[in-house]
T-cell receptor, first 113, second 114 residues
Framework: DQQVKQNSPSLSVQEGRISILNCDYTNSMFDYFLWYKKYPAEGPTFLISISSIKDKNEDGRFTVFLNKSAKHLSLHIVPSQPGDSAVYFCAASLAGNNRKLIWGLGTSLAVNP | EPEVTQTPSHQVTQMGQEVILRCVPISNHLYFYWYRQILGQKVEFLVSFYNNEISEKSEIFDDQFSVERPDGSNFTLKIRSTKLEDSAMYFC????????????FGPGTRLTVL
């Protein structure tokens, strides 16, 4: 099952710079895309989502961009902080309530002071 | 801030034994989920639950698995006869109707089958 793909297993950036995490998908029926952050020994924490009818959603330092024609989305973190170091998961869901999330493999972000 | 809780944090069991993983979803949420993550692999959907019924289940969720909401607060996942390949982190999640697709996750239970 390769419906959601995160092709970069890891990313390292300097504190204060921009972090860009990428995600690709294959199912054009996905209705929502979500980003989760996960620290070791904790559950995933919801960060930000975007509806398939939008191309951008912003929340503080976090912005998600959606390119439907390319079936690609990205999460931008500006400025990056050491506390942002975690694994970031891209997930997608179909329309409707109570729908399962389909996950990417995750990208481990390291923000260096 | 309300949160999803899970117990135990770590469960070690022998192959063939039954285990019950427990979750307390956020109190005003109505949709409940179980996911699992085998080490090094993707988070995988197991089952969703609403109004005391399974809404959707994955191919993984075979007859060895069952879910229950035994009272107004707990949501449990039972594995009747554990196999070595059931070793994974099991995450419970919940969500609220009309509040978007966001699901809120507990800290997980690490299940180790020996």
């Amino acid at each position: 099952d390769q419906q959601v793909k995160q092709n970069s297993p890891s990313l390292s950036v300097q504190e204060g710079r921009i972090s860009i995490l990428n995600c690709d998908y294959t199912n054009s029926m996905f209705d929502y895309f979500l980003w989760y952050k996960k620290y070791p020994a904790e559950g995933p924490t919801f960060l930000i989502s975007i509806s398939s009818i939008k191309d951008k959603n912003e929340d503080g330092r976090f912005t998600v961009f959606l390119n439907k024609s390319a079936k690609h989305l990205s999460l931008h973190i500006v400025p990056s902080q050491p506390g942002d170091s975690a694994v970031y998961f891209c997930a997608a869901s179909l329309a409707g309530n109570n729908r399962k999330l389909i996950w990417g493999l995750g990208t481990s972000l390291a923000v260096n002071p | 801030e309300p949160e999803v809780t899970q117990t135990p944090s770590h469960q070690v069991t022998q192959m063939g034994q039954e285990v019950i993983l427990r979750c307390v979803p956020i109190s005003n949420h109505l949709y409940f989920y179980w996911y699992r993550q085998i080490l090094g692999q993707k988070v995988e959907f197991l089952v969703s639950f609403y109004n005391n019924e399974i809404s959707e289940k994955s191919e993984i969720f075979d007859d060895q698995f069952s879910v229950e909401r035994p009272d107004g607060s707990n949501f449990t996942l039972k594995i009747r006869s554990t196999k070595l390949e059931d070793s994974a982190m099991y995450f419970c999640a919940s969500s609220a109707p009309g509040q978007g697709p966001e699901q809120f996750f507990g800290p997980g239970t690490r299940l180790t089958v020996l």
